[in-house]
C-alpha cells in the first residue's frame, strides 16, 4: 500500500507530484531548520483516489491517525482539548501554484468548550472568539457551501451596532454573539449543526480540499493556465500560529526581490494583529514590509537572513508568507515566484552574475513566450497620465491598440475601409463578428474568459485582445458603453486598450515599439546601459550558441526579409510569390487565364517574367549569402480574379451592352469556380496544368541570381513546389525546372546553382516521403496545411465556428494551428523526416508553418532533428531563443 501521509520533516522540494507545491517547500523549510509550525501532507495521490472513487484509500484514516497522534505529542496538547487546544489549518496546495483557487479552513479544533480553554491560555477572550468566528466562517463557506456574504453582512451588521466601521471596533461580547449568529447561519443554510467535534471538522475540511480540485473556478483556471486537470491536490495539516494576537503579531507576505523588476530589495506587505488571509482580502491597510524593521526588529531581521537563505537554496526569487505570534516569527509558506516577463530576464542574468545558476540554466529560466510579450508594443508610459483609465479586464492577447469605437461588424468594416483605426466592443463575440475582428485594431469584451470566442480568435489573429471587462456595460443597440463612474463612451469615441495589463483608457495613448525591438533593430547598444536589454542580449547569445536548429523567416518582399536578417534570421524558408500577382499585375494574370492561344499565354507570361526578376532581385540582395527558399505559385488562380457574384451581376445588369472582356471573364470565373478551393486546383497541380506558368518563375529566379551574381552578389536560390502528394508531380516539374536552369545558364554565363525541393503539407506526401526524397533536394513541413489536412479543418473557418467549445471540452489544450500536434501532424513529420533521410541521407529539412515560432512546436523540430524552423520575421528571436533551449 502506498504511503498517504508525511511529516513535513519527511518530505523535500523535489516531492511537488506528491506532496503538492505547498507542502514539499514546507518540508523543505522544516529541513532547513526555519521554523515551520510541526504539521503533515496527505498526498495528491490519496485526492487522486477519493476524487475517482469518491470515498478515502483503504488505510489513509489510519494514517492520518498516528500522524495526528504524533503532532498532538510533539505539541503537548491534543486537538480542540478543552483547557489548551490543539489548533490545526487545513490547506490545499497543488502541484502548480493556483492562487486563490481552492480551499483553506484555519482555526480547526475550536467549539465551545476549547474557545474558553484558547482564551484562558492566551489570557485573552476577545481573540479566541475572533478565532472561533473566523472558523465557522471559513468552514460554512468552505466546506459546508454556505453564501459568503451572510456571514459578511451579518459582521456588517454587528458593527453598525456598535457603532465601528473596523473589525477591530468589536469586544469579545460581540464576537461572542457573532459565533451565535454564525451556528445559526450554519443550521439554516447548510441543515446541520456546526461540527463541535474537533476531529470531524477536520475530516470534513480535508474532504472539502479535495473536493476544491474540481470547482468551477478551478476548473476554468486549469484549462487557462494549461494544468492538467488531473493531478490533484495534496492538503497541509499545519499546527496554527496567531498573528492576531495583538499588536506584537501579525502577519504578511514577503518577495526575496521585486517580481515586476527583479531588483533586490525588501518587498512585500505586513499587518498587524491580523489572520493570514486578511492580507489577501483586503479588509486592511497594510504597511509595507520594511517598517517592520521599526515594528519589530529582531524578527525583522531575522526574516531577512531567512530570505536570503532561501534564495541562495533554491537558487531563485522566492516569495514567502510569514506570521509573527508575540514576537516570534514563523515561516508559513514559501515557493518560487511568479514573474512578469521583464523580470524574468533580469533575474536569470541577476543570478548568473551571482554565481548562483550557470548560462544553461539562466537561460532554461526564460520562455519564447516571455520574450513574445516583451515584443509587442506598447504604451508610452510617459503620456499615459492624460487619459482616464475606465476598467481593468483580462488581457486576452497582448498588444496596444488604439481606436474609435464601434459595435458592430458591418460598422468596424465601414470605417476600417475609411482608413480609420477602430476598436470592436462587444459584450461578447460570435463567428459573426469575425470579419469585424479582421478589420479592427483590437477587440473589447465584457464578458468571457481566456478561452472566449473572442479570446481565442484574437490570439489566433494575432490581435489585442481585452476580454471580461465585467465593469463596463455594453448596450450594442443603443451604440454606447458604460464604465464605472457613469462615464458614457460613445461610437467613435477613441479608446487605447493595452492587451497585455488589461487596461482601457479613454482617449488616445501614443504606441511605441518595445525597448527590446529597438534592440533586435539595432538602435539600442545592449552595453548602452537598459538592464533589460542587457539581459535580453545576453540570454539569447547564449541561446545562439547553443541552437542545433536553424532560424529563418518567411518572407516576402526586400523589407521584411532585411528586418528578418536584422533580428537574426539565417535565411529565408518561405518566400511566397502570389503577392507578386496581385494589384496592377491582376490584368496579367487574366489574361493569362483567358489566353485562347499559345502565343496569349506565353505573351502574358512574358510581360510577368521581368516584374518576378526584379522582385527575387531585390530578396537576394537582402539575404545576400544565405539561402532564400522561393515557393512557385500556390493558391488556386481564381483568387486572382473578380468575384463570381459581383461579376455576374455586374454583366446581368449590363445585358446587352455587357463587355465582351466581362463576359470571357464570367466564363473563366464560372469555369475555374471550386467548391473546395482548398483542396482544388492549386500547387503543383497548376503547374502541370498551365504551360509555361512554373517554367516563367523558375526564369525568374534563375535570371534574378545571375543578375546578382554578375554584380558581385552570392545568391542562394531554392526552389520549393508546394502541395506534392505523388513523386510523380514532382518529377515532371523538375525536368521541367531543371531544362529551365539550363537555358539559363548557356544564356548568361553564369552557372548559380538551386536546390529543388518541395513541402511536405499533405499526409499523403508524408507517407511515401521516401519515394519523394528521390525527387527533392529538401523538405519543407507545411504544417498550415498538413494541420489542415490531417485535421480535415479549414484553419479559415473552424478557429470562429467552434475551437473554443474544443478548448472547453478539452479536445485539445491548444489550438493544432498555434502548436504542433505532436500525435497526429507531428507522427507525421517524424515518418517524412525518417524515411526522406533514408533515401537521401543529408536531405535538408525545414519547416514554415506558423508553428515555427511557437515554443513547443520549435522543441518538437529540435527533437525531430530538423534543420531549420522558419516562422514570420518578428517571431525569429522568440524561435532563436527556443531553439537554444531545446538545445539544452
Ligand atoms: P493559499 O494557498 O490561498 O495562500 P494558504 O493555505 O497558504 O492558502 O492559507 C491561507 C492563509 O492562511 C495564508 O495567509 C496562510 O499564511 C495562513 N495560514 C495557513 N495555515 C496557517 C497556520 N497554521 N497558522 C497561521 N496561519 C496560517
Ligand atoms: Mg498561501
Ligand atoms: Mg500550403
Known amino acids: 500500500m502506498p504511503k498517504f501521509v508525511?511529516?513535513?520533516?519527511?518530505?523535500?522540494?523535489?516531492?511537488?507530484?506528491?506532496?503538492?507545491?505547498?507542502?514539499?517547500?514546507?518540508?523543505?523549510?522544516?529541513?532547513?531548520?526555519?521554523?515551520?509550525?510541526?504539521?503533515?501532507?496527505?498526498?495528491?495521490?490519496?485526492?487522486?483516489?477519493?476524487?475517482?472513487h469518491g470515498s478515502l484509500p483503504d488505510g489513509l484514516q489510519d494514517e492520518v491517525d498516528?500522524?495526528?497522534?504524533?503532532?498532538?505529542e510533539e505539541m503537548g496538547k491534543r486537538l480542540g482539548q478543552a483547557d489548551d487546544p490543539l489548533l490545526v489549518s487545513v490547506r490545499s496546495g497543488a502541484k502548480f501554484s493556483m492562487p486563490g483557487m481552492m480551499e483553506t479552513v484555519l482555526n480547526i479544533g475550536l467549539n465551545d468548550e476549547s474557545v474558553e480553554g484558547l482564551a484562558a491560555q492566551a489570557g485573552d477572550e476577545r481573540f479566541a472568539w475572533d478565532s472561533y468566528r473566523r472558523l465557522i466562517q471559513m468552514f460554512g463557506k468552505t466546506v459546508l457551501d454556505i453564501e459568503g456574504d451572510l456571514f459578511e453582512d451579518a459582521i456588517e451588521a454587528a458593527k453598525d451596532a456598535r457603532g465601528t466601521k473596523d473589525d477591530a471596533g468589536l469586544d469579545a461580547a460581540d464576537l461572542r454573539g457573532?459565533?451565535?449568529?454564525?451556528?445559526?447561519?450554519?443550521?439554516?443554510?447548510?441543515?446541520?449543526?456546526?461540527?463541535?467535534?474537533?476531529?470531524?471538522?477536520?475530516d470534513l475540511a480535508i474532504k472539502a480540499v479535495f473536493d476544491s480540485w474540481n470547482a468551477d473556478r478551478a476548473i476554468l483556471y486549469r484549462r487557462q493556465e494549461r494544468i492538467p486537470v488531473d493531478l490533484g491536490t495534496a492538503?497541509?495539516?499545519?499546527?496554527?500560529?496567531?498573528?492576531?494576537?495583538?499588536?506584537?503579531?501579525?502577519?504578511?507576505?514577503?518577495?526575496?526581490?521585486?517580481?515586476?523588476?527583479?531588483?533586490?530589495?525588501?518587498?512585500?506587505?505586513?499587518?498587524?494583529?491580523?489572520?493570514?488571509?486578511?492580507?489577501?482580502?483586503?479588509?486592511?491597510?497594510?504597511?509595507?514590509?520594511?517598517?517592520?524593521?521599526?515594528?519589530?526588529?529582531?524578527?525583522?531581521?531575522?526574516?531577512m537572513e531567512f530570505m536570503a537563505r532561501l534564495e541562495n537554496h533554491y537558487r531563485d526569487m522566492c516569495d514567502i508568507e510569514f506570521t509573527i505570534e508575540r514576537g516570534k516569527l514563523w515561516m508559513l509558506q514559501t515557493r518560487v515566484g511568479k514573474r512578469t516577463a521583464a523580470a524574468a530576464f533580469r533575474i536569470a542574468c541577476q543570478l548568473l552574475d551571482q554565481d548562483l545558476i550557470d548560462a544553461d540554466e539562466a537561460a532554461r529560466r526564460v520562455t519564447g513566450d516571455q520574450l513574445a510579450q516583451l515584443m509587442f508594443p506598447r504604451f508610452d508610459t510617459a503620456e499615459i497620465?492624460?487619459?482616464?483609465?475606465?476598467?481593468?479586464?483580462?488581457?486576452?492577447?497582448?498588444?496596444?491598440?488604439?481606436?474609435?469605437v464601434v459595435f458592430t461588424s458591418e460598422r468596424a468594416k465601414e470605417l476600417a475601409e475609411q482608413g480609420e483605426d477602430v476598436i470592436l466592443v462587444r459584450r461578447e463575440t460570435n463567428p459573426d463578428d469575425l470579419a469585424g475582428m479582421v478589420a479592427a485594431q483590437g477587440v473589447l469584451t465584457s464578458r468571457g474568459g481566456k478561452t472566449s470566442h473572442a479570446a481565442v480568435v484574437a490570439r489566433g489573429m494575432g490581435k489585442t485582445c481585452v476580454c471580461g471587462a465585467e465593469e463596463l456595460e455594453v448596450d450594442v443597440k443603443a451604440g454606447r458603453f458604460t464604465a464605472p463612474g457613469g462615464v458614457v463612451v460613445g461610437e467613435g469615441d477613441v479608446i487605447s486598450i493595452d492587451g497585455s495589463s488589461g487596461e482601457v483608457y479613454l482617449g488616445e495613448v501614443p504606441v511605441m515599439d518595445s525597448p527590446v525591438v529597438q534592440y533586435f533593430e539595432g538602435e539600442l547598444d545592449p552595453a548602452g546601459g537598459d538592464e533589460l536589454v542587457q539581459a535580453v542580449h545576453r540570454v539569447m547569445a547564449h541561446a545562439d550558441g547553443a541552437a542545433a536548429l536553424k532560424v529563418r523567416a518567411n518572407a516576402d518582399n526586400p523589407d521584411d526579409a532585411a528586418r528578418a536578417r536584422r533580428f537574426g534570421a539565417q535565411g529565408i524558408g518561405l518566400c511566397r510569390t502570389e503577392h507578386m500577382f496581385l494589384g496592377d499585375r491582376r490584368q496579367l494574370v487574366e489574361k493569362l487565364i483567358l489566353a485562347e492561344t499559345a502565343e496569349e499565354r506565353q505573351d502574358a507570361l512574358d510581360a510577368l517574367e521581368p516584374l518576378q526578376?526584379?522582385?527575387?532581385?531585390?530578396?537576394?540582395?537582402?539575404?545576400?549569402?544565405?539561402?532564400?527558399?522561393?515557393?512557385?505559385?500556390?493558391?488556386?488562380?481564381?483568387?486572382?480574379?473578380?468575384?463570381?457574384?459581383?461579376?455576374?451581376?455586374?454583366?446581368?445588369?449590363?445585358g446587352a451592352d455587357a463587355s465582351d472582356q466581362d463576359r470571357r471573364l464570367l466564363e473563366a470565373v464560372r469555369r475555374l469556380h471550386e467548391q473546395n478551393p482548398m483542396l482544388g486546383l492549386r500547387g503543383v497541380?497548376?503547374?502541370?496544368?498551365?504551360?509555361?506558368?512554373?517554367?516563367?518563375?523558375?526564369?525568374?529566379?534563375?535570371?534574378?541570381?545571375?543578375?546578382?551574381?554578375?554584380?558581385?552578389?552570392?545568391?542562394?536560390?531554392?526552389?520549393?513546389?508546394?502541395?506534392?502528394?505523388?513523386?510523380?508531380?514532382?518529377?515532371?516539374?523538375?525536368?521541367?525546372?531543371?531544362?529551365?536552369?539550363?537555358?539559363?545558364?548557356?544564356?548568361?554565363?553564369?552557372?548559380?546553382?538551386?536546390?529543388?525541393?518541395?513541402?511536405?503539407?499533405?499526409?499523403?506526401?508524408?507517407?511515401?516521403?521516401?519515394?519523394?526524397?528521390?525527387?527533392?533536394?529538401?523538405?519543407s513541413f507545411g504544417t498550415n496545411d498538413l494541420t489542415q489536412t490531417t485535421w480535415g479543418f479549414s484553419r479559415d473557418d473552424v478557429e470562429a465556428a467552434f475551437f473554443s467549445r474544443y478548448l472547453e471540452l478539452g479536445v485539445f489544450g491548444v489550438s493544432p494551428f498555434e502548436t504542433l500536434d505532436r500525435d497526429g501532424v507531428g507522427r507525421l513529420v517524424r515518418i517524412a523526416a525518417e524515411e526522406g533521410r533514408r533515401t537521401r541521407p543529408g536531405i535538408k529539412l525545414g519547416i514554415c508553418g506558423e508553428h515555427g515560432g511557437d515554443p513547443d512546436s520549435v522543441h518538437f523540430c529540435h527533437e525531430v532533428g530538423l534543420d531549420y524552423v522558419s516562422c514570420s520575421p518578428f517571431r525569429v528571436p522568440v524561435a532563436r531563443l527556443e531553439a537554444g533551449r531545446a538545445a539544452i
Open 235 to 303: 492538503v497541509n495539516v499545519c499546527s496554527m500560529v496567531f498573528g492576531n494576537l495583538g499588536e506584537d503579531s501579525g502577519t504578511g507576505v514577503a518577495f526575496t526581490r521585486d517580481p515586476a523588476s527583479g531588483h533586490q530589495g525588501v518587498y512585500g506587505d505586513y499587518l498587524q494583529n491580523a489572520q493570514g488571509e486578511d492580507v489577501v482580502a483586503g479588509i486592511r491597510n497594510t504597511v509595507p514590509l520594511p517598517d517592520l524593521e521599526r515594528i519589530d526588529k529582531t524578527s525583522y531581521d531575522q526574516l
Open 385 to 404: 497620465e492624460d487619459v482616464t483609465l475606465l476598467t481593468k479586464g483580462m488581457n486576452a492577447s497582448p498588444g496596444a491598440a488604439v481606436g474609435k
Open 66 to 72: 498516528a500522524h495526528l497522534a504524533a503532532l498532538q
Open 685 to 779: 497541380r497548376l503547374g502541370l496544368v498551365i504551360p509555361g506558368l512554373f517554367s516563367m518563375q523558375v526564369r525568374a529566379i534563375a535570371e534574378a541570381a545571375a543578375d546578382r551574381r554578375r554584380a558581385g552578389g552570392d545568391p542562394r536560390p531554392e526552389i520549393m513546389i508546394p502541395l506534392v502528394g505523388a513523386v510523380q508531380e514532382l518529377e515532371a516539374v523538375r525536368e521541367e525546372a531543371e531544362g529551365v536552369l539550363a537555358e539559363v545558364a548557356a544564356e548568361t554565363g553564369v552557372d548559380v546553382p538551386a536546390l529543388i525541393g518541395t513541402m511536405i503539407e499533405l499526409p499523403r506526401a508524408a507517407l511515401t516521403a521516401g519515394q519523394i526524397a528521390e525527387a527533392a533536394e529538401f523538405f
Open 178 to 202: 457573532l459565533v451565535a449568529t454564525f451556528k445559526g447561519i450554519v443550521r439554516e443554510h447548510a441543515g446541520r449543526e456546526f461540527p463541535a467535534d474537533p476531529r470531524e471538522q477536520m
Open 6 to 52: 508525511y511529516d513535513f520533516t519527511e518530505g523535500n522540494k523535489d516531492l511537488k507530484d506528491l506532496l503538492g507545491g505547498k507542502g514539499a517547500n514546507l518540508a523543505e523549510m522544516t529541513n532547513l531548520g526555519l521554523p515551520v509550525p510541526p504539521g503533515f501532507t496527505i498526498t495528491t495521490e490519496a485526492c487522486r483516489h477519493y476524487l475517482a
Open 613 to 654: 526578376r526584379e522582385d527575387f532581385t531585390g530578396i537576394f540582395a537582402a539575404m545576400d549569402g544565405l539561402p532564400v527558399t522561393i515557393r512557385l505559385i500556390d493558391p488556386p488562380l481564381h483568387e486572382f480574379l473578380p468575384d463570381l457574384t459581383d461579376l455576374s451581376v455586374k454583366v446581368a445588369l449590363a
